[in-house]
T-cell receptor, first 113, second 113 residues
Framework: NAGVTQTPKFHILKTGQSMTLQCAQD?????LSWYRQDPGMGLRRIHYSVAAGITDKGEVPDGYNVSRSNTEDFPLRLESAAPSQTSVYFC????????????FGQGTRLTVV | GQQLNQSPQSMFIQEGEDVSMNCTSS?????WLWYKQDPGEGPVLLIALYKAGELTSNGRLTAQFGITRKDSFLNISASIPSDVGIYFCAGLNYGGSQGNLIFGKGTKLSVKP
């Protein structure tokens, strides 16, 4: 079992470029979410999904899009990257339910120059 | 929005010392989670707490879910060098169709020089 796999681990993007961060889980979890981690800010949820075809906004959704076509994958898309989106991005996975712990991927460190 | 106040922000430990950290909130949570993050890695779940007053141990780690449901603490006994890292508390509440994890800003554990 790989758990939650994120690719790439590192990436440098120019302002205005687009990019997709990949997240895949093999635990048959229904709930997937994206967080960004910034110094002094902790982790903040960007978007989440409870099932294929269902997505919703988190705390900081602006500038990001997501889609969920199957159970395993939950890509995060930056259509026009901005320097403010320089961050470490984590995908998290859990069973659907209100009291279930989340398991995190290893993260993608993204720099927008 | 909801916030978690995690303290201390950082601390230095000497091998063998006991360590305490805590999280407080003005809001009630249904679940408290404690994670550890090593450099370049995603957060790893240490302990999950589901009931007010619950006290749970995982090896040298002990965590408690506060009676008021607005706080939680984590203790590490007899610390060892591999305890170094960033510890995050996270509160989970019922929000929409899936609970939202609210993270503290972390407690950074370092070794005393």
């Amino acid at each position: 079992n790989a758990g939650v796999t994120q690719t790439p681990k590192f990436h440098i993007l120019k302002t205005g470029q687009s990019m997709t961060l990949q997240c895949a889980q093999d635990m048959n979890h229904g709930y997937l979410s994206w967080y960004r981690q910034d110094p002094g800010m902790g982790l903040r949820r960007i978007h989440y999904s409870v099932a294929a075809g269902i997505t919703d906004k988190g705390e900081v959704p602006d500038g990001y899009n997501v889609s969920r076509s199957n159970t395993e994958d939950f890509p995060l898309r930056l259509e026009s990257a901005a320097p403010s989106q320089t961050s470490v991005y984590f995908c998290a996975s859990s069973h659907v339910g209100v009291s279930t712990e989340a398991f995190f991927g290893q993260g993608t460190r993204l720099t927008v120059v | 929005g909801q916030q978690l106040n995690q303290s201390p922000q950082s601390m230095f430990i000497q091998e063998g010392e006991d360590v305490s950290m805590n999280c407080t909130s003005s809001s009630i949570f249904n679940t408290w989670l404690w994670y550890k993050q090593d450099p370049g890695e995603g957060p790893v779940l240490l302990i999950a707490l589901y009931k007010a007053g619950e006290l749970t141990s995982n090896g040298r780690l002990t965590a408690q879910f506060g009676i008021t449901r607005k706080d939680s603490f984590l203790n590490i006994s007899a610390s060892i060098p591999s305890d170094v890292g960033i510890y995050f508390c996270a509160g989970l509440n019922y929000g929409g169709s899936q609970g939202n994890l609210i993270f503290g800003k972390g407690t950074k554990l370092s070794v005393k020089p």
